[in-house]
Protein backbone atom coordinates (compact mmCIF):
# COMPACT_ATOMS: atom_id res chain seq x y z
CA UNK A 1 0.00 0.00 0.00
CA UNK A 2 1.61 3.43 -0.83
CA UNK A 3 2.42 5.43 1.93
CA UNK A 4 3.93 9.30 2.75
CA UNK A 5 4.70 10.67 5.78
CA UNK A 6 4.71 14.74 5.88
CA UNK A 7 5.89 17.33 8.42
CA UNK A 8 4.15 20.79 8.29
CA UNK A 9 3.57 23.18 11.61
CA UNK A 10 -0.07 23.14 12.82
CA UNK A 11 0.03 26.78 13.07
CA UNK A 12 2.70 29.41 12.10
CA UNK A 13 2.58 33.32 12.27
CA UNK A 14 1.36 35.36 9.21
CA UNK A 15 4.86 35.54 6.60
CA UNK A 16 6.45 33.30 8.80
CA UNK A 17 8.63 30.66 6.61
CA UNK A 18 7.92 27.60 7.25
CA UNK A 19 9.73 23.80 6.90
CA UNK A 20 7.75 21.15 5.12
CA UNK A 21 9.86 17.91 5.28
CA UNK A 22 7.88 14.95 3.11
CA UNK A 23 8.85 11.54 2.68
CA UNK A 24 7.45 8.92 0.30
CA UNK A 25 7.53 4.99 0.68
CA UNK A 26 8.82 3.93 -2.74
CA UNK A 27 11.66 1.74 -3.76
CA UNK A 28 12.67 3.93 -6.54
CA UNK A 29 13.95 1.15 -9.07
CA UNK A 30 16.38 2.58 -11.04
CA UNK A 31 16.13 0.82 -13.87
CA UNK A 32 19.25 0.33 -14.51
CA UNK A 33 20.29 -3.07 -12.09
CA UNK A 34 20.23 -6.67 -12.96
CA UNK A 35 18.51 -9.65 -11.23
CA UNK A 36 21.32 -12.42 -10.95
CA UNK A 37 20.19 -14.23 -13.91
CA UNK A 38 21.41 -11.08 -15.72
CA UNK A 39 17.74 -9.06 -17.00
CA UNK A 40 17.42 -5.72 -16.26
CA UNK A 41 14.90 -5.29 -13.23
CA UNK A 42 12.59 -2.63 -15.06
CA UNK A 43 12.36 1.52 -13.84
CA UNK A 44 9.44 1.79 -11.10
CA UNK A 45 10.33 5.64 -9.65
CA UNK A 46 8.36 8.46 -8.38
CA UNK A 47 8.81 11.14 -11.45
CA UNK A 48 6.73 13.90 -9.88
CA UNK A 49 6.44 15.90 -6.12
CA UNK A 50 3.84 18.80 -5.86
CA UNK A 51 2.99 21.08 -3.32
CA UNK A 52 0.10 23.11 -3.34
CA UNK A 53 -0.93 25.40 -0.42
CA UNK A 54 -4.81 26.18 -0.57
CA UNK A 55 -4.98 25.41 -4.02
CA UNK A 56 -1.55 27.08 -5.80
CA UNK A 57 1.25 25.03 -6.66
CA UNK A 58 4.17 26.15 -4.29
CA UNK A 59 6.47 23.74 -4.67
CA UNK A 60 7.20 20.82 -7.84
CA UNK A 61 9.92 18.50 -8.22
CA UNK A 62 10.75 16.42 -11.25
CA UNK A 63 12.93 13.14 -9.78
CA UNK A 64 15.00 10.74 -11.40
CA UNK A 65 16.16 7.79 -10.85
CA UNK A 66 19.29 9.22 -8.88
CA UNK A 67 16.50 9.73 -5.75
CA UNK A 68 17.09 7.62 -2.62
CA UNK A 69 14.69 4.82 -2.34
CA UNK A 70 11.89 6.47 0.02
CA UNK A 71 12.28 10.10 -1.34
CA UNK A 72 13.09 12.41 1.01
CA UNK A 73 11.88 16.00 -0.19
CA UNK A 74 12.72 19.13 2.30
CA UNK A 75 11.58 22.60 1.52
CA UNK A 76 10.49 25.83 2.68
CA UNK A 77 7.02 28.06 2.56
CA UNK A 78 5.52 31.30 3.23
CA UNK A 79 3.06 31.03 5.84
CA UNK A 80 0.20 33.05 4.12
CA UNK A 81 -3.15 32.04 5.32
CA UNK A 82 -4.87 29.14 6.83
CA UNK A 83 -5.85 25.86 5.26
CA UNK A 84 -4.75 22.86 3.88
CA UNK A 85 -1.41 22.15 2.09
CA UNK A 86 -1.87 19.00 -0.37
CA UNK A 87 1.19 16.88 -1.73
CA UNK A 88 0.66 14.89 -4.62
CA UNK A 89 3.55 12.07 -5.72
CA UNK A 90 2.94 10.58 -9.26
CA UNK A 91 5.17 8.04 -10.76
CA UNK A 92 5.77 4.90 -12.78
CA UNK A 93 3.15 1.93 -12.88
CA UNK A 94 0.14 4.50 -11.94
CA UNK A 95 2.08 5.35 -8.89
CA UNK A 96 -0.30 7.97 -7.17
CA UNK A 97 -0.36 9.12 -3.74
CA UNK A 98 -1.72 12.21 -2.20
CA UNK A 99 -1.07 13.70 1.58
CA UNK A 100 -2.49 16.74 3.48
CA UNK A 101 -1.95 18.69 6.10
CA UNK A 102 -4.13 21.55 7.48
CA UNK A 103 -2.06 24.50 9.00
CA UNK A 104 -3.94 27.76 10.95
CA UNK A 105 -2.18 30.84 10.63
CA UNK A 106 -2.42 33.66 12.69
CA UNK B 1 49.39 -47.79 -24.30
CA UNK B 2 49.28 -45.49 -27.75
CA UNK B 3 45.64 -46.48 -27.45
CA UNK B 4 45.31 -45.14 -24.09
CA UNK B 5 47.39 -42.01 -24.88
CA UNK B 6 44.85 -41.49 -27.96
CA UNK B 7 42.18 -41.17 -25.96
CA UNK B 8 43.93 -39.33 -23.18
CA UNK B 9 44.57 -36.90 -25.76
CA UNK B 10 41.10 -36.42 -27.10
CA UNK B 11 39.46 -35.92 -23.71
CA UNK B 12 42.05 -33.57 -23.16
CA UNK B 13 41.27 -31.24 -26.05
CA UNK B 14 37.73 -31.95 -25.86
CA UNK B 15 38.03 -30.71 -21.63
CA UNK B 16 39.96 -27.18 -22.95
CA UNK B 17 37.46 -26.71 -25.90
CA UNK B 18 35.24 -27.20 -23.42
CA UNK B 19 36.46 -24.92 -21.09
CA UNK B 20 37.13 -22.32 -24.10
CA UNK B 21 33.31 -22.13 -24.60
CA UNK B 22 32.31 -22.14 -21.26
CA UNK B 23 34.42 -19.27 -20.68
CA UNK B 24 32.88 -17.25 -23.93
CA UNK B 25 30.07 -18.09 -22.24
CA UNK B 26 30.74 -16.49 -18.76
CA UNK B 27 32.46 -13.89 -21.15
CA UNK B 28 29.28 -12.72 -22.81
CA UNK B 29 27.43 -12.78 -19.66
CA UNK B 30 29.97 -10.55 -17.76
CA UNK B 31 30.12 -7.71 -19.74
CA UNK B 32 26.72 -6.99 -19.50
CA UNK B 33 26.78 -6.51 -16.08
CA UNK B 34 30.01 -4.19 -16.81
CA UNK B 35 28.62 -2.60 -19.57
CA UNK B 36 26.23 -0.11 -17.60
CA UNK B 37 26.16 2.63 -19.19
CA UNK B 38 27.29 5.96 -17.49
CA UNK B 39 27.29 9.41 -17.48
CA UNK B 40 30.26 10.92 -18.94
CA UNK B 41 31.30 14.44 -18.00
CA UNK B 42 30.39 15.25 -21.41
CA UNK B 43 27.10 14.09 -21.16
CA UNK B 44 26.87 16.29 -17.98
CA UNK B 45 27.56 18.90 -20.08
CA UNK B 46 25.09 18.11 -22.35
CA UNK B 47 22.20 17.71 -19.73
CA UNK B 48 23.90 20.85 -18.56
CA UNK B 49 23.17 22.86 -21.79
CA UNK B 50 19.38 20.99 -22.53
CA UNK B 51 18.65 23.58 -18.83
CA UNK B 52 20.91 25.62 -19.15
CA UNK B 53 20.52 26.52 -23.35
CA UNK B 54 23.12 29.20 -24.10
CA UNK B 55 23.00 31.04 -21.31
CA UNK B 56 26.50 32.03 -19.39
CA UNK B 57 26.64 29.32 -16.35
CA UNK B 58 28.27 32.11 -13.27
CA UNK B 59 29.75 30.36 -9.88
CA UNK B 60 28.59 31.63 -6.53
CA UNK B 61 25.19 32.48 -4.94
CA UNK B 62 24.27 28.65 -4.97
CA UNK B 63 25.75 26.71 -2.17
CA UNK B 64 25.60 22.84 -2.40
CA UNK B 65 25.69 20.61 0.93
CA UNK B 66 27.38 16.93 1.10
CA UNK B 67 29.44 15.52 2.50
CA UNK B 68 32.52 15.24 1.04
CA UNK B 69 33.12 11.10 2.25
CA UNK B 70 29.97 9.01 2.18
CA UNK B 71 30.54 5.30 2.80
CA UNK B 72 27.12 4.63 1.28
CA UNK B 73 26.23 5.87 -2.34
CA UNK B 74 22.38 4.74 -1.90
CA UNK B 75 21.41 7.63 0.15
CA UNK B 76 23.35 10.72 0.19
CA UNK B 77 21.92 13.80 1.78
CA UNK B 78 22.11 16.29 -0.29
CA UNK B 79 20.84 20.34 0.80
CA UNK B 80 21.26 22.97 -1.89
CA UNK B 81 20.80 26.19 -0.98
CA UNK B 82 20.52 29.99 -3.10
CA UNK B 83 21.09 32.84 -1.95
CA UNK B 84 17.96 35.25 -2.81
CA UNK B 85 15.74 37.81 -1.63
CA UNK B 86 12.82 35.46 -3.42
CA UNK B 87 10.62 38.48 -3.95
CA UNK B 88 8.20 38.70 -6.86
CA UNK B 89 11.00 40.37 -8.85
CA UNK B 90 14.01 38.24 -7.65
CA UNK B 91 13.35 34.91 -6.73
CA UNK B 92 14.68 31.54 -7.59
CA UNK B 93 12.64 29.72 -10.44
CA UNK B 94 14.38 26.36 -10.19
CA UNK B 95 17.07 24.18 -9.21
CA UNK B 96 19.01 21.73 -10.63
CA UNK B 97 21.18 18.78 -9.66
CA UNK B 98 23.71 17.28 -12.20
CA UNK B 99 26.03 14.22 -11.36
CA UNK B 100 29.05 13.26 -13.53
CA UNK B 101 29.29 9.97 -13.62
CA UNK B 102 25.95 8.35 -12.19
CA UNK B 103 24.08 6.15 -15.14
CA UNK B 104 21.97 9.09 -15.90
CA UNK B 105 23.28 12.82 -15.23
CA UNK B 106 19.90 14.30 -14.15
CA UNK B 107 19.15 13.86 -10.56
CA UNK B 108 16.43 16.23 -9.57
CA UNK B 109 15.05 19.67 -10.78
CA UNK B 110 12.49 21.35 -8.20
CA UNK B 111 10.46 24.68 -9.69
CA UNK B 112 9.41 27.25 -7.22
CA UNK B 113 8.73 30.75 -6.84
CA UNK B 114 8.51 33.68 -4.60
CA UNK B 115 6.39 32.13 -1.91
CA UNK B 116 8.97 29.31 -1.29
CA UNK B 117 9.98 32.02 1.17
CA UNK B 118 13.49 30.69 0.65
CA UNK B 119 15.50 28.82 -2.17
CA UNK B 120 16.58 25.62 -0.78
CA UNK B 121 16.03 21.99 -0.91
CA UNK B 122 17.47 19.27 1.09
CA UNK B 123 17.44 15.72 0.05
CA UNK B 124 18.76 12.35 -0.47
CA UNK B 125 20.57 10.73 -3.64
CA UNK B 126 22.48 8.19 -4.94
CA UNK B 127 25.53 8.19 -6.43
CA UNK B 128 27.14 5.78 -8.77
CA UNK B 129 30.80 6.63 -7.91
CA UNK B 130 33.38 9.01 -6.31
CA UNK B 131 32.69 12.50 -8.69
CA UNK B 132 31.17 15.91 -8.48
CA UNK B 133 27.93 16.57 -7.77
CA UNK B 134 26.88 20.14 -9.72
CA UNK B 135 24.07 22.42 -8.68
CA UNK B 136 22.64 25.10 -10.99
CA UNK B 137 19.73 27.54 -9.67
CA UNK B 138 17.67 29.07 -12.36
CA UNK B 139 17.13 32.39 -11.17
CA UNK B 140 13.72 34.88 -12.14
CA UNK B 141 16.37 37.59 -14.41
CA UNK B 142 17.38 34.49 -16.67
CA UNK B 143 20.92 34.02 -15.22
CA UNK B 144 22.32 30.52 -13.87
CA UNK B 145 24.24 29.75 -11.15
CA UNK B 146 26.45 27.23 -10.13
CA UNK B 147 28.21 25.31 -7.50
CA UNK B 148 29.60 21.88 -7.26
CA UNK B 149 31.11 19.33 -4.56
CA UNK B 150 33.31 16.78 -5.17
CA UNK B 151 32.11 13.56 -3.37
CA UNK B 152 34.02 10.28 -1.99
CA UNK B 153 31.83 6.84 -2.31
CA UNK B 154 33.21 4.14 -0.73
CA UNK B 155 29.97 1.80 -1.81
CA UNK B 156 28.81 3.00 -5.04
CA UNK B 157 25.14 2.41 -5.17
CA UNK B 158 22.71 1.81 -8.81
CA UNK B 159 25.19 -0.94 -9.89
CA UNK B 160 25.24 -3.81 -7.56
CA UNK B 161 22.75 -6.55 -8.18
CA UNK B 162 19.19 -6.99 -7.77
CA UNK B 163 18.31 -9.79 -5.10
CA UNK B 164 15.65 -11.13 -7.35
Known sequence: MPRAIVNVPSQAKRGEIIEIKTLAAHPMETGFRRTQLGELIPRDIIRRFVCTYNGAEVFRVDLHPAMAANPLIAFTTVATESGTIAFQWAGDNGYAVTESASIRVE | ?164
Do not use: Y
Open chain 2, 1 to 164: MTRDDGTLQRTRRRFLLETAALAGATGIVLPLAVEQSSATPASMHAAIRNVVGEAPLKKGKVKIDVPALIENGNAVPLTVSCESPMTQDDHVKAIHVFTEKNPQPDVVSAHLGPRAGRARLSTRVRLADTQTVLAIAQLSDGSFWSDSAEVVVTLSACLEEGLI
